[in-house]
């Protein structure tokens, strides 16, 4: 499809984001390794030309690479002073942003706003505001600006104040919170976020329930979203590069390591998550241990595949959700295994490759989020698939929307209803269950990641 954008303007776009494509860790030798970022953005940018890409350094090999003057071309990161971007990133982006769009807070020790919140969130204005300075500074006249997520729900205002000539689009990846929790921060504060965002032309969501969500906050809020227009855009996985990528040899290497960890003629049920609360994984795990206790038919004849990879590791709320992963991965095992039949196989080290290896390999696809933008994972295992693989999906996630038929829903709090439903998807006929992956497979690459990005940026030149 070609797109009006690439056909009518060749205009400069600029991205920002926190987190870039690229980031820098320094060696024990004194040089610097280069990582490559994968992802939508990622993806969805590589067929766009003329763009900068705009994020904040995020440790020290960040850091050291940009007193070296290293980069790569189009990408400009941002020398943030380290404990400011500590208080916005972890401090205020990820305790209390990604908690209140999640629904994370567990009552009655949070939330809470007090004076700690109020020096936090100063640094989580000085953040955004370096971000709103160097976009304003890179910007040719009339430029396209795309910020992305809630670490820079400011930016578009702030920009928008230096800048009026641009046209600016907001993203956000994650849900939205209805107004009556998003109304848990300090009305101040509410009021400053959506006003940050309502400073875009365009405000996108993953889906229309986090859009309207957001609509009904700046309602009741505000009294509106002003000039401010409202997209959704549900990112699709990438077909291509994902066929192509889960048949190259690492991958069938780690398939037939994981057919050996599974043992012979056993059915799998995998999940693939960062270690992340809203992923709910520890109740994954609860229904697991109560599919075993119900059905004790299953036992010797199951294992339960589970990745969670290590995420904001400098929380301690997260370093302790990590600890109880494993704790009850131990204790199913502990309980339920024999000489011979390992239930839980927990994996924490983060490799693309393996995962890929489980996607192939999976009987049941495990997502059971609280709440989630999208969830890759449930759109990505029907694509690479090699026998079809039943998808248990919360209905919470934002890929419920276009998955929803297919699947076996659940709630994701509803542990029992999750071990029936893992039952219900091990037992679905063969016939079935390639017919539902077939056409999961279908709605989800419907709107690959480029066409995505694009989708946005017609959309922004067109409201103009
Ligand atoms: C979510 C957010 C992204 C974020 C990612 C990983 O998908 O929407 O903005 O980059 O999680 O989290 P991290 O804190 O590691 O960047």
Redesign the pocket.
Known sequence: MVSAYEAQSAAQILVA???GPVSYTLATDGSLDAKRGGGGLVSGLSAVKDKLWVCAALGDGDREAIRRGVGEQGVRMLDIDAAVHADA?NGIA?SVLWFVHHMLYQTPLEPVFDAEFRRQWASFETYNRAFAEALAEEADQGAAVLV????LALVPGMLRELRPDLRIGHFS??PWAPVDYFRLLPDDIAEQLLHGILGADRAAFLTRRWADAFIGCCTEILGGTGRTRIGVHGLGADADFLRGRAHEADVDERMAALREQVGPGRRTIVRVD?TELSKNIVRGLFAYREFLEERPEWRERVVHVAFAYP??QDLAVYRDYTAEVQRVADEINAVYGTAGWTPVVLHVKDDFARSLAAYRLADVALVNPIRD?MNLVAKEVPVVSDHGCALVLSREAGAYEELGSDAVVVNPYDVSATAAALHEALTMADDERAARTERLAAAAVALPPQQWFLDQLDALRQEA
């Open positions: 984001s926190n987190r990133y990820n992305q997520d809630y670490h990846h994650t960062r995420s904001r933008g």
